[in-house]
């Protein structure tokens, strides 16, 4: 084993926990033992107690918790705000960071990490003031400086004086303590002196990121203390003051059950979070802990969501009306990208309102009130619904967030009935209040979603399978609780009286229970790959291929691909859908106006079905088009083309081809031209080199851009053999021919592995001597990844990321050498693009292509 070989029981155990059902296992197995553990912790506590203890609560320890609380939010904004001026300076007004930060980890605590990390939410923020992923990441990472730094310097000062208590989470001598926190403090000292000496920047490769300085530093770190000070104490004074032995004893376990609820993937750590205050501080059976954290899920949780949605529907409402200031419209600017992770937020807190209600006892004055108006078959009725209303909710939630406009209808639909089914089932005028506000505030929201006809609102991916599954276990033991008094025998499943909560519970979580079911199964079974099925290729779609003057046309007919044609028939466009994209095959082929138009017209279909579009492997000549359309043009490498007028073997570079030729010749070998007419006969035997060919690959075909061996593809094309002396054929190539002799190309390039060593030379000399005898002008090499894309620092972030792979990564493919090997034909390089959405888009609709291409990473490695 070398050095630089990782040891094999690390590898394997990084492999371990990278594999995606480890990834769904973790927050899994969290939540179920969170969901056990607050069973038996509060197995002592009826709903009743937690009820009265709500309403004792005095009023100055709200305003406290309040205070608290705007406390850490304050911590919250002025990370970013620091972060910006550390990072990217001067490149937006510094109210804009503050109320992003802030507003964005309101919506983002509510939703949970599983959707949406930080980085999301700061760079579709500040995206929209030029900012790229790596000025966008740089930011985050300075901002968790300040809580590290933070964290950092209060243990510091912790374990250095010490105080009582601490020992009971820290066991270890007080010599140790106070060794460890001297070289906390120290080690926080020298990181702010190290600052102080100069413009510190890190490096990696082509990347740098410019740190705070030593003041910004100190600024950051004073946000940390605020922001972990402020949501700590927020818990903290709302506890019994009898409970908690002193503050930094707390503020361990509070951390632990931070910690703990963002590795559950449920939204908002729900339930781990609870589950782990709750036995850390030795608090089984007490009621009033189950109050004060519940109060805490609202102060600390649903305030700061309210409050940022509030403001940002009422910043839509006035952006529709085009009453904007300049402060109110900068602010807007950063903020609409958030919009529909606003909304999903919205339709999911709405969700959990239904449900929770429904796990709850009803108030029993407000159910005798409708004994007088409605007969118990109605009530019963209205709590099924209302819980039904709230799991489709949580579920539709992840359409909003697609932007999806069906979700948005479906969403209004259900808040709506969820607003009735609040005074239906119980008068509850809170419940229904709040769902009338969550109406119209996505009311307000209407213009940031579109129609998307394709996509179903019941296929989830596992981000959303897996925190829809732990949230619903953490619900469904708020309905444990509420009725463990109640002794369980079967005739509560069909027991209907009014005062029969626990068996409208029951019924209920069996309904919340078959639709989720349902809705993970389908999105199970539906999520695949696309699937390569032969296509029909029109008849108008084959004319304009024979008539393009580009070869490249030509692989529009392997038969993997949808065709947009014009109307008129004199242009089409090839194109994959993948489920989330539309992904052309190069440019419009064709007439150029009714290209155009094509390109718009893909766009649009694109739009409407809710999918992203690309265009893949395309050329300058629609470049005005695509950058029209808000595309990023990103280069991808560079096609290399040979002029075959006057060609010949001569001169040192084709040395290679030149003599394999003439040993080809003096052998025995023959090369010809087969005319697709007559290719029936040599079928079978070209058949037997494609397939001996890939076996010693160890390959599978490709697709997309590249064609496959079949037999209905290769009649459409001649094709170059090259037959040893007894006549067998050893090597093959098919050739695509441009209209008016202008360019010739080809496409498969297969060989028997018995074949001698210079029969692909050989073969590829004669077709460009035969093209430049049949009076043919181009002869296309094909293209060279990543080839011409500059790598330097002032570059931008994908040509950085190209060059490096072009200049690192000969281990995993002959990048440079590919070139090198064309560069012998003296060729005309033409660059080669991918215009695609910007930002994470790109990497996203790569991998798209390679799935396309070669079906995935497994594909591709092979």
Known sequence: MTVTEPPKVVSRALRVIEHPAVKFAIPVVIGIIAVIVLHKLASHVTWADVRSDLAAKDAWLLLAALACTGLSFTGIAIYDFLAMRAVAPKTMPAHVPMVAGAAGYAISGLLGVSYLTGTAVRYRAYSAFGLDLVKVTALV??????????????????????????????????????????????GYAGYLIWLASDRRRLKSGPYTVALPRSAQAAGLTMAGILDISGAALTLYVLLPADLVPNLPFFATVFIAAVILGILSHAPGGLGAFEATIIAGLGASGSSDVLASLVLYRLIYTVLPFAIAAFGLATAAALANR??????????WRALKPVVPILAAALAMLAGIVLLVSGNLPAEGTRLELLRDVFPLGVVEASHLAGSLVGALLIVVAAGLYRKLYRAWLFAMALIGIGLVLSLAKGLDWVEALSMAATLATLGLLRPAFYRAEEISLFRLDRRWILSILVLAAAIFWIGLFAYDHVEYRNALWWQFSWNGDASRFLRASLVVAIVLAAVVVNSIINHRPPVREPRTIPDVVRNLVAQSEDTEANIALTGDKLFLVSEDETAFIAYADTGKSLIAKGDPVGDVTAGQALIWALRERAYRAGKRVAFYSVSPAYLPTYLDLGLSILKIGEVARVDLRGFTLDGSKRKDLRQARNRAARD???????????????????????????????????GFSLGAFTEDYMRNFDVAVLRDPDGQIVAFANLFQGAERSELSLDLMRYLPEAPHFAMDALFAEMMLWGAAEGYRWMSLGAAPFSGVENRELAPLWNRIGGFIYEHGEHFYRFGGLRAYKEKFDPVWSPNYLACPGGLAAPQILYEVNVLVSGGLRGLMK
């Open 668 to 702: 025995g070998f023959v090369f010809a031209v087969i005319p697709r007419a007559e290719l029936g006969a040599i079928l079978p035997e070209l058949r037997h080199i494609s397939d001996a060919w890939l076996e010693r690959k160890q390959g599978e075909e490709k």
């Open 141 to 186: 990472a300075v901002s968790w400086t300040g809580f590290l730094s933070g964290l950092v310097l209060l243990f510091g000062v912790l374990l250095t004086q010490h105080p009582a208590g601490l020992s009971a989470v820290i066991p270890i001598p007080p010599v140790i303590e106070t060794a460890l926190g001297s070289v906390l403090l120290a």
């Open 322 to 331: 085009g009453r904007f200031q300049v402060t109110s419209s900068t602010l």
